[in-house]
C-alpha cells in the first residue's frame, strides 16, 4: 500500500459535502481530571472519493405523485417497504454482513456492499480490494457502474423535471400487440431485431454503425419491434440512439434495452420515446419487478422480463401482470451460451402455466441459423431478441432473410 499523507482530500465538484458522524464527535464538556486526547471525526469515504453516495432508490411515494396522485395506499406500502430495505433491495434485517447473495432471488449485487475500493487521503489514492467491493462478474460491474450513472443523471435531472418531456413524449405504441401480429403474420417468432454497436465481451460489432439507417433497414425487412442499446459505457449505445430512431419515423415499437435499477429510469426512457424496457429478473428482487410493472402500465409500457434459470423463471411466474419473459441462453457465471436452456426452461409445468397466462416467451442469445430459430419455436417461443448475428452483416436488413431461413418481410407477406 502506498504511504498514505494526513490531510483533507480536495473537495470533488458535483459530490455532496461529507456528513460527519455525530455519535463520534468531540464532546462539549470534558471532565478536568481526563488527560486530553485527539478526537477524530469519522468521515465517510463515499462523500471524497470518485464513488458517489449510494442513491436512494425511486421511492413509489415520488414517482406515484408523476403517474397518479390517487393511489395513496399502495405509495405508502411500497414506500414503507422502501425504508426498510438496502440499495439493493434486500430488507436490513435480512441482509448479512458478508454476502447477499440469494437472498431475495436475485444472483447480482446492486453495489459494492463493503464500500468502495478506491480511496483518497489528501493527495494519496489506495487501494482496498475484498471480496465485498469486487464485480464477480461482467454483468455485476456494469451494476456496480449503473447505480453510480444513475445517481449522477438524477441529480441533475430529478423526477419532477421529467413532468414537461414526458408530456411531450410521443404516445407509446404497443410492444406487445406488435409481436402478436407478426407471429400470426408469418407463423414464425417474431423479430425483435437490435440496434447495436458494441458488446463488453465482443468488442466493436460495427464500425460503420448508423443507427437510424439500421433500424429502417430492420423495419423494412420484416421485424415486429426493435431493441435499442442506451448503455454508453459497455456497449457504445445512448439515449440519442432510441430518440433519432423514434423521430426518423420508424414505426416498429422501441424496447429500451438498458440496465434498469431504479424506477426513475423508466419515467426517464419513456421521456424518450421507449415503448418498453428491459427487466432483469438476476438484478432486481421480486418486490422490485412487482412495483416497476406498475409503473410501466401507468406509462403504457410493456416490461420484458429477463430470466436465465429455472429459480427465476419460478420467481417470475408468481408476479402477477407478466405479459413478456425472456430467456437468455447465456449463463451468468461462465458467459457461455446454450440454446437449449430455452427448451429446458418450457418444459413441463412451467410451460403449461406460461400458456394458461398467455405470456409471450421471447428467445435471447445464441440465435444463429434457422436451425436455431426451428429449435427454441418448438420450444415454445413465440419471438426472439437478436442482434449480434444481425448487425455485424454488411446489410443487417438482408440478414433476416437469413436467419429464419425465408424472407419475412410485410412485402413477401402481402405477394
Known amino acids: 500500500m502506498e504511504a498514505l499523507a494526513i490531510g483533507s482530500a480536495p473537495s470533488r465538484p458535483g459530490l455532496p459535502p461529507p456528513t460527519r458522524y455525530s455519535t463520534l464527535r468531540r464532546p462539549k464538556t470534558r471532565p478536568t481530571s481526563s488527560p486530553p486526547r485527539l478526537i477524530i471525526a469519522a468521515v465517510p469515504m463515499d462523500g471524497i472519493t470518485g464513488r458517489t453516495p449510494a442513491s436512494p432508490r425511486c421511492t413509489p411515494a415520488e414517482t406515484d405523485a408523476v403517474a397518479t396522485s390517487s ?13 426498510t430495505e438496502q440499495g439493493n433491495g434486500v430488507p436490513v434485517a435480512d441482509a448479512p454482513a458478508a454476502s447477499i447473495e440469494g437472498l431475495d432471488g436475485i444472483k447480482i449485487r446492486r453495489r459494492p456492499f463493503t464500500g468502495p475500493s478506491v480511496h483518497h487521503v489528501g493527495p494519496f ?3 482496498l480490494e475484498n471480496e465485498g467491493n469486487t464485480p464477480r462478474n461482467i454483468l455485476e460491474k456494469i451494476v ?12 441533475k435531472m430529478p423526477l419532477y423535471r421529467l413532468l414537461g418531456p414526458l408530456g411531450n413524449a410521443p404516445l407509446a405504441r404497443d410492444f406487445v400487440a406488435a409481436l402478436k401480429a407478426s407471429y400470426d403474420r408469418t407463423a414464425l417468432p417474431a423479430l425483435i431485431a437490435e440496434v447495436k454497436k458494441a458488446s463488453p465481451s465482443r468488442g466493436v460489432l460495427r464500425e460503420n ?27 457504445q449505445g445512448s439515449f440519442e440512439n432510441l430518440e433519432a430512431i423514434r423521430n426518423a419515423g420508424v414505426k416498429c415499437p422501441l424496447l429500451c434495452k438498458e440496465f434498469i435499477i431504479d424506477a426513475w429510469q423508466l419515467y426517464y426512457a419513456r421521456s424518450k420515446g421507449a415503448d418498453a424496457v428491459l427487466l432483469i429478473a438476476a438484478v432486481l428482487p421480486d418486490r422490485d419487478i412487482n412495483y416497476m410493472l ?16 429455472e429459480r427465476e423463471m419460478d420467481r417470475v411466474l408468481g408476479i402477477d401482470g407478466i405479459q413478456l419473459i425472456g430467456i437468455n441462453n447465456r449463463n451468468l457465471e461462465t458467459f457461455e451460451v446454450d440454446i437449449s436452456n430455452t427448451k429446458n426452461l418450457l418444459e413441463g409445468e412451467r410451460g403449461q402455466l406460461i400458456a394458461q397466462k398467455d405470456i409471450i416467451v421471447v428467445g435471447e442469445s445464441g440465435l444463429f441459423t434457422p ?10 417461443v413465440k419471438a426472439v431478441l437478436v442482434g449480434e448475428s444481425l448487425i455485424k452483416q454488411e446489410d443487417p436488413g438482408k440478414a433476416i432473410a437469413g436467419l429464419f431461413g425465408k424472407d419475412i418481410s410485410p412485402v413477401s407477406s402481402a405477394v
Open 209 to 235: 454503425f448508423d443507427p437510424v439507417e439500421i433500424a429502417q433497414a430492420y423495419e423494412k425487412n420484416g421485424a415486429a419491434c426493435l431493441s435499442v442499446l442506451t448503455d454508453r459505457k459497455y456497449f
Open 125 to 127: 489514492q489506495f487501494r
Open 371 to 380: 436451425d436455431h430459430i426451428s429449435f427454441v419455436q418448438n420450444a415454445g
Open 294 to 309: 406498475k409503473i410501466c402500465k401507468k406509462l403504457g409500457m410493456a416490461a420484458l422480463v429477463e430470466v436465465h434459470d
Open 71 to 83: 393511489d395513496q395506499t399502495e405509495a405508502e406500502t411500497a414506500a414503507a417497504a422502501g425504508a
Open 144 to 155: 456496480w457502474d449503473k447505480d453510480v450513472e444513475v445517481w449522477q443523471m438524477k441529480e
